[in-house]
């Protein structure tokens, strides 16, 4: 019986914790369902959009546990694996890890906006970093990378331009000032959660990295980069946290 009594209780916890932690999260009306909020929550929050049908599962079991409004009259037992999947995802919802937390032991190699483009391709060819920040004057201007690189070559190469000259006279800065039709990277405090930063690279298919500096700001000089190599690893980290 205590048993019995023990995994309601657990569960109840956990889904009221939840509960709470989305209507906070997102402003939700007290007077929307649960149902509702976990659909309202999926375009926004990266563990909701995972755990979207265990959550609308877990609202109907919630009410198969408890009659009525009387949470101490339990009419039945969720299983043990219902309990603790329940409680993952009331853990990650409530105390998200952080995602500086996951890259703690990576350095992060910046240049400045002078830097010809010859010695940024030398640099992301020779070095293990594929998303280089290029500052001025303190602020961030752009994220140097491949795909950046691809562009600029590529329109080169179309106005018949001797690639050897273009970048040896031009600089990182005029590459970056290039117009593109999006956005590639993101800049983040270091109190964002992986939870956000995953949510960032979904809402962006063109998204290459995320920056990390102390408050989320252009002039500060970051203490951490993920990129899209990395949404994987971030991943498994949400899985066994």
């Known amino acids: 019986m205590n048993k019995v009594q023990t995994n309601a209780k657990r569960f109840i916890s956990a889904y009221n914790s939840i509960d709470y932690a989305i209507r906070v999260q997102h402003n939700f009306k007290r007077s929307m369902s649960f149902s509702e909020i976990v659909r309202k929550a999926v375009p926004i929050n990266f563990i909701v959009r995972k755990y979207e049908d265990d959550l609308v599962d877990y609202g109907r079991l919630r009410n198969a546990i408890i009659h009525n409004s009387n949470e101490n009259f339990v009419i039945a037992e969720p299983h043990d694996d219902v309990v603790e999947k329940i409680e ?77 000259s273009y970048i040896n006279r031009t ?60 949404v994987i690893f971030l991943n498994d980290i949400l899985e066994n946290y």
């Open 88 to 164: 993952h995802i009331a853990e990650l919802l409530t105390t998200p890890p952080k995602a500086i937390d996951a890259i703690m032991d990576r350095n992060v190699l910046c240049v400045q906006n002078d830097v010809s483009f010859r010695d940024v391709i030398k640099l992301i060819a020779t070095s293990e970093y594929s998303n280089i920040p290029v500052y001025k004057s303190g602020g961030l201007i752009g994220v140097a990378n491949g795909q950046r690189i691809l562009d600029s070559l590529g329109r080169q190469i179309v106005k018949s331009e001797n690639i050897d």
């Open 171 to 230: 600089t990182i800065e005029e590459v970056l000032l290039e117009p593109v039709p999006y956005k590639n990277y993101e800049v983040v405090s270091k109190d964002a959660t992986i939870e956000q930063v995953l949510n960032l690279f979904n809402r962006n298919r063109k998204l290459l990295s995320v920056l990390i500096t102390k408050s989320g700001t252009l002039n500060e000089t970051p203490i951490g980069i993920i990129t899209t190599s990395d």
